[in-house]
């Protein structure tokens, strides 16, 4: 099977960015990262992209009339490097028509919690403040709202009355850099099949 084209949009320090450059270089799974773009100048993404020779863009959203031409640009650089998946790891902009129109079910996140428990920002805090005893990651696909998708993967792993918000992350974050790369392992292999708000994996 042909090895495909992933780009990854990250607005931080880009650790799942880093399980999937690992995971493809392994090759564990049948693809290649192809393209790194963040809409963070300083994002630590993008040197972690260059370290593995890996074509870099910070994108600035202030330097376009909106969102839509933003989308536009980041579209364009998609395609211009035949993008066939987008992975967005830690990208913290919602992602509008532009980019859904143009990349049908072809874009994933990641979230730290068990969708649909906890969307938004802090999953982790808002776990430990619900006080639930089991928590983990999702990987889904991205439709118009915030971490509302279609599922494809989930992990679990324990809260402890202990935690804080820290060490449930960080319990929560080694899980996240082993799913992610089966998620796109299974896109590779053409074995993810959305029927409304399910991903059938075949
Ligand atoms: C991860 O916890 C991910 O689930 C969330 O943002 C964080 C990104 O971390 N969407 P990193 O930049 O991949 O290290």
């Known amino acids: 099977m042909a090895t495909i084209s992933l780009a990854v949009l990250a ?20 693809a290649e990262v192809k393209v790194v773009i963040s809409d ?24 376009y009339q909106d969102k839509k031409a ?3 640009k980041i579209v364009d650089l998609l395609q211009n490097y035949s993008v066939q998946l987008v992975c967005l790891a830690g990208y913290m ?20 919690s068990l969708l649909p428990a906890f969307t938004g920002l802090h999953a982790q805090k808002q776990a430990l403040d619900y006080g ?11 439709d118009k709202g915030m971490d509302t998708g279609p599922i494809i993967l989930q992990e679990s792993v324990p809260v402890y009355d202990n935690d804080t918000e820290d060490s449930l992350a960080e319990r929560i974050l ?22 409304g708000k399910k991903v059938v994996i075949e």
């Open 174 to 195: 080694v899980k996240e850099h082993v799913l992610y790369p089966k998620a796109i392992g299974l896109f590779a292999e053409n074995r993810l099949m959305v029927d």
């Open 70 to 72: 933003y989308e536009e």
């Open 93 to 112: 902009r919602l992602v509008g028509p532009t980019m859904l129109n143009a990349f049908p079910w072809q874009i994933m996140n990641i979230h730290p």
């Open 132 to 142: 639930v005893k089991v928590s983990g990651c999702t990987v889904h696909f991205v």
């Open 40 to 63: 963070s100048k300083d994002a630590y993404a993008l040197e972690r992209a260059k370290k593995h020779g890996i074509d870099a863009y910070f994108v600035n959203i202030k330097e």
């Open 11 to 30: 607005s931080g320090r880009g650790s799942n960015l880093q399980s999937i450059i690992d995971a493809c270089e392994r090759g564990d799974v049948n």
